[in-house]
């Protein structure tokens, strides 16, 4: 069932220890959402670990207490990879990605994020640019960049 989002009610917060249940419960019901990941994921269900290590790096979207889409982001080089966007599925299309992206885009340094084929059309919704590919363990994957410190289309 989808949620309607008030805008007021949708909170952008540092994560915390406490929110790692609810972390990890977004993280594997988004993951499976995509039918065309299924099969891989079944092959490699290391990929629905949530990473303990993330934490400090991630920030959480919360709407009455519930967190319903996270996004982690940790330094490096000069920029910000992108390494989490995952939003509850029931939340999904209710801007939670949008916002998360802003989010992690007012630290003023260019973002960028490794795209799964699903997500491409959102990440250039939101003003990323692609740069050519690079190799994964799911095959060939777009690399793409948010220059924040230009103007968004």
């Given at each position: 069932m989808k949620k309607s989002l008030y805008s007021s009610?949708?909170?952008?917060?540092?994560?915390?220890?406490?929110?790692?249940?609810?972390?990890r419960d977004v993280f594997r019901r988004a993951s499976l959402t995509f039918e065309g990941d299924r099969d891989l994921i079944a092959t490699h269900p290391e990929w629905l670990l949530w990473?303990?290590?993330?934490?400090?790096?991630?920030?959480?979207?919360?709407?009455?207490?519930?967190?319903?889409?996270?996004?982690?982001?940790?330094?490096?080089?000069?920029?910000?990879?992108?390494?989490?966007?995952?939003t509850d599925p029931d939340w999904m299309r209710q801007g939670i990605a949008s916002t998360l992206i802003e989010d992690i885009a007012r630290h003023g340094v260019r973002v960028e994020?490794?795209?799964?084929?699903?997500?491409?059309?959102?990440?250039?919704?939101?003003?990323?640019?692609?740069?050519?590919?690079?190799?994964?363990?799911?095959?060939?994957?777009?690399?793409?960049?948010?220059?924040v410190t230009h103007t968004r289309p």
């Open positions: 009610n949708l909170i952008i917060r540092s994560a915390v220890f406490d929110d790692v249940d609810m972390l990473d303990d290590e993330m934490l400090p790096f991630t920030r959480v979207a919360v709407v009455n207490g519930r967190v319903v889409g996270f996004a982690s982001a940790r330094p490096f080089n000069d920029c910000l990879e992108l390494e989490d966007l995952f994020v490794t795209a799964n084929s699903y997500a491409i059309g959102f990440y250039e919704s939101v003003g990323f640019v692609a740069r050519g590919f690079t190799n994964t363990q799911g095959g060939p994957a777009p690399r793409m960049y948010l220059n």
